[in-house]
């Protein structure tokens, strides 16, 4: 009795693990498999009752037997292509059609290709041996008779398993294929990036030789010069004083550039666009002669990204410096305050007490300011003010989402000047698929050219 259960346990699994790999598939991959199902099942079974055959139940269920190879196909393709003998030897000549279909997509399922070759033989020579049993019924076959059996075992078999079994070696091939483009564009991408951090590094090297040079020269002489005007000239101690602060505030800045070239994070950064350092800013302007003042609206950026606190610093030391240049006198307010998820700077100034020419500026200050802060996801505001005076504001995410300005993305290096966009997977597959796509469908040729002239054959008979 427990011999007779265990089989019927087997069954109920296996219908069990079909039913869960029909929900787990993809829903394109579901409806296209009713659509072939459907096709075959109206092939095999809708002229049986256009031409009744002579036997009906039976072309009935090789019609049926038919349809069910078309699923099996894709779970069992070595079983599905032994089953296509019945159908090859029975009485339904539409239920033939739907065999070819069946052993051309089983076929490139089965691995290895020794073991497709040994189905399809098994398949071709059962359909032949089967064929002859069949008619062996209404007496001995004959000679014509078996070489026509032979001829449809070939047709709708062994040909297109061939055409199946060239497609499915290909299959790998086109796999290695697409490794070996993805390979060579990442050995040239990688190329690409070592060569340009190798040009970055000789800029950062020439700029440090020269600039840093020049910057620690002018340092050096601004020191000695506040030394000699607080004992010569004490008025002139705090322009002195100012003028070393700023050849060291630029030697500081130039480090940070070169840290950018080299890709090398600023450790300063995380200093940057707090209050204390906004409101050293301010007193920088205020000892340069601004009326500055900081108006100062958060708990402060402690949990902003450093590349918006760097924004936040950027903007400010941009617009006190635009203030002191072009509108030297009016007053200068700073604001900062947070929005939650973005923080908001703006540097306002009203219109100089003594009119002034418009200054020799290109904007290229606020055109880079506009790019840097595009690039975390903010936006910058710069223009006139209906009553007179300039306001400079920006609104920055407190933490971008975008990647950093030293991470160098495959996508942001390819979009650069001096390199093209990678080449696409199909530019090296296609010239192959369609070497071997042809070579299989002229393989087919006979096989359709043999299917239509057998359902001429049945119609007219």
Not at 17 to 46: G, H, I, K, Y
Request: positive net charge; charged residues 20%.
């Amino acid at each position: 009795m427990s011999q007779a259960v265990q089989p019927w346990r087997r069954m109920r699994r296996e219908a069990a693990a079909l039913r869960e790999a029909v929900r787990a598939a993809p829903r394109r991959t579901v409806v296209t498999e009713s659509v072939w199902a459907a096709l075959a099942l109206l092939c095999a079974l809708a002229p049986i009752w256009l031409i009744p055959p002579a036997h009906p139940v039976m072309a009935a269920l090789l019609g049926v037997w038919a349809v069910l190879l078309v699923p099996a196909r894709r779970v069992y393709p070595a079983l599905a292509v032994l089953c296509c003998v019945p159908v090859v030897a029975g009485a339904n000549v539409w239920a033939v059609v739907v065999v070819p279909c069946v052993v051309w997509s089983a076929a490139r399922r089965i691995a290895p290709a020794r073991r497709a070759r040994g189905v399809v033989g098994v398949s071709a020579a059962g359909s032949v041996l089967a064929s002859i049993a069949a008619q062996s019924f209404s007496g001995l076959p004959q000679v014509p008779y078996l070489l026509a059996d032979a001829g449809v075992s070939a047709l709708f078999i062994l040909l297109p398993a061939l055409s199946g079994l060239m497609l499915g070696r290909r299959r790998p091939l086109t796999g290695l294929l697409r490794e070996r483009n993805a390979y060579l564009e990442q050995a040239r991408f990688l190329t690409e990036r070592a060569a340009r951090m190798e040009e970055r590094a000789r800029i950062a090297g020439e700029m440090h030789d020269l600039l840093g040079h020049r910057i620690g020269l002018i340092s050096m002489h601004a020191g000695a010069l506040q030394l000699a005007a607080e004992r010569q000239a004490p008025p002139l101690a705090a322009q002195a004083e100012l003028l070393h602060s700023t050849a060291g505030t630029a030697m500081q800045e130039l480090r940070g550039i070169l840290g950018v070239l080299r890709h090398q994070s600023d450790g300063e950064t995380g200093e940057r666009g707090t209050r204390e350092d906004l409101s050293a800013l301010v007193a920088d302007s205020r000892n340069a002669g601004a009326d500055a003042e900081l108006h100062w609206n958060a708990t402060g950026p402690a949990d902003a990204d450093a590349r918006t606190r760097q924004a936040v610093h950027r903007v400010t030391r941009e617009g006190l410096a635009n203030a002191l240049k072009h509108a030297p006198g009016a007053p200068v307010r700073v604001g900062f305050h947070d929005e939650g998820d973005r923080v908001v700077v703006t540097v306002v100034n009203d219109a100089p007490p003594v009119p002034c020419s418009p200054g020799d500026g290109n904007r290229s200050g606020l055109v880079g300011l506009r790019e840097r802060i595009s690039l975390l996801g903010g936006a910058l505001d710069a223009g006139p003010r209906p009553e007179g005076g300039f306001a400079l504001s920006a609104r920055i995410p407190a933490r971008p989402d975008v990647p950093h300005v030293y991470a160098m993305s495959s996508e942001a290096v390819s979009g650069g000047a001096g390199s093209r966009p990678l080449l696409s997977t199909e530019v090296l597959t296609w010239p192959r698929l369609l070497g071997g796509g042809c070579a299989a469908m002229l393989v087919l040729l006979p096989t359709v050219a043999g299917t239509l002239a057998l359902l001429i054959m049945a119609v007219l008979h």
